[in-house]
């Protein structure tokens, strides 16, 4: 079974523009979570979906937003680009809700630089 | 307020001892705890998941507790080896809040 892919890999981009990353999960897989990766504060949660809605947001500004479609694939977008932005995107799969005490399967991450 | 610690930023121990990790948590009621490894440019694995009601999971040569008195975990991985090392995540599942994270420890195992 092909594991979680991200797509693209690595982006860079310049304060104010905006960015689309893009998660596929593994197959069957239907919650997909979102996090952001610094040297400084970890790994935050951004996201949850399930199901096509979006059940849980963690701590980030307007600026972050995503989507999951019915194939279960995931988007999310960040507007207006801040230096601060700068960080490991990851995307998390698995087969059920978390709060159903089960593992998530990452993908590789999307690094992105904003300069 | 809350905060979920992992006690060594990092951690050094020779092959062929057991490596004892901690995650300590304040003012969270997780209902289960993960622990995961991630290896350099690459994304978590996960591991092993403990609830609030167990007291002790293994998988092969790791062993996880779970104290919610104490509002800690432990992770060990006994007859470590070089191939171990690397940076090890306990993560909480809080209610509203989806999954916490801690700071990670680096593992490394000394030959």
């Known amino acids: 079974k092909a594991g979680v892919t991200q797509t693209p890999r690595y982006l860079i981009k310049t304060r104010g523009q905006q960015v689309t990353l893009s998660c596929s999960p593994i197959?069957?897989?239907?919650?997909v979570s979102w996090y952001q990766q610094t040297p400084g504060q970890g790994l935050q949660f951004l996201f949850e979906y399930f199901s096509e809605t979006q059940r849980n947001k963690g701590n980030f500004p307007g600026r972050f937003s995503g989507r999951q479609f019915s194939n279960s694939r995931s988007e999310m977008n960040v507007s207006t680009l801040e230096l601060g932005d700068s960080a490991l995107y990851l995307c998390?799969?698995?087969?059920?809700?978390?709060?159903?005490?089960?593992?998530?399967?990452f993908g590789p991450g999307t690094r992105l630089t904003v300069l | 307020s809350q905060k979920i610690e992992q006690n060594s930023e990092a951690l050094n121990i020779q092959e062929g001892k057991t490596a004892t990790l901690t995650c300590n948590y304040t003012?969270?009621?997780?209902?289960?705890l993960q622990w995961y490894r991630q290896d350099p440019g690459r994304g978590p694995v996960f591991l092993l998941l403990?609830?609030?009601?167990?007291k002790e999971k293994r998988k092969e040569r790791l062993k996880v507790t779970f104290d919610t008195t104490l509002k800690q975990s432990l992770f060990h991985i006994t007859a470590s080896q070089p191939a171990d090392s690397a940076t090890y995540l306990c993560a909480l599942f809080n209610y509203g809040q989806n999954f916490v994270f801690g700071p990670g420890t680096r593992l490394s195992v000394l030959p």
């Open positions: 003012n969270y009621s997780p209902a289960y």
């Open positions: 998390a799969s698995s087969t059920r809700p978390p709060e159903d005490n089960n593992e998530q399967f």
């Open positions: 403990i609830r609030e009601n167990e």
């Open positions: 197959s069957g897989h239907r919650s």
